[in-house]
């Protein structure tokens, strides 16, 4: 294991890239559920980019019913993760929409898009899903850059 370490460091600086800098790693703890912790981190920051965990259209662990009302709530929730850190949808670069539906990707777009500033919709792939956690309908997962930036929406 430590000669694969040692090589994909060497090809990283003959690529002119610097090792990660573990001090530069922050962990953002997603909240508790039922007085337990969750076993995953709400989102990650590594140096100038944020990883936000999917997110579903729940509100305190409770599905929203429908799909729309689902798709609203995974998107007010990746708002609040975002929120949570200084940034706004205008810092997202990229999504990942998962779907129990793939009918429904019109109807998605139609939430989905008015919560970007004009010009400024991310890079994003989709998935259709034979199943999603907690039953959900949507989940979103998004990467945002969290660098200095003189134009943030």
């Keep these: 294991m430590q000669s694969i370490t040692a090589a994909v460091?060497?090809?990283?600086?003959s690529a002119g890239l610097a090792p990660p800098d573990r001090a530069a790693v922050e962990y953002f703890p997603a909240p508790a559920a039922g007085g337990q912790p969750a076993p995953y981190a709400n989102a990650v920051r590594v140096g100038?980019?944020?990883?936000?965990?999917?997110?579903?259209?729940?509100v305190d662990g409770q599905l929203k019913d429908g799909f729309e009302a689902q798709a609203r709530q995974s998107m007010e929730n990746v708002g609040a993760v975002l929120k949570e850190r200084g940034l706004g949808f205008g810092d997202v670069v990229?999504?990942?929409?998962m779907l129990s539906d793939m009918s429904k990707w019109s109807a998605f777009n139609a939430i989905y898009v008015p919560y970007f500033p004009?010009?400024?919709?991310?890079a994003r792939s989709a998935i259709g899903?034979?199943?999603?956690?907690?039953?959900?309908?949507?989940?979103?997962?998004?990467?945002?850059y969290a660098g200095k930036r003189s134009d943030r929406s």
Excluded: F
């Excluded at 100038?48 to 729940?58: A, I, N, R, V």
């Excluded at 990229?94 to 929409?97: F, I, N, Q, R």
């Excluded at 004009?118 to 991310?122: A, F, H």
């Design 9 to 13: 460091l060497i090809l990283m600086a």
């Design 118 to 122: 004009s010009g400024q919709l991310p």
């Design 129 to 144: 899903a034979n199943g999603l956690a907690g039953g959900a309908l949507i989940e979103l997962e998004c990467w945002a």
């Design 94 to 97: 990229k999504c990942t929409v």
């Design 48 to 58: 100038d980019m944020l990883y936000l965990s999917g997110q579903t259209g729940d």
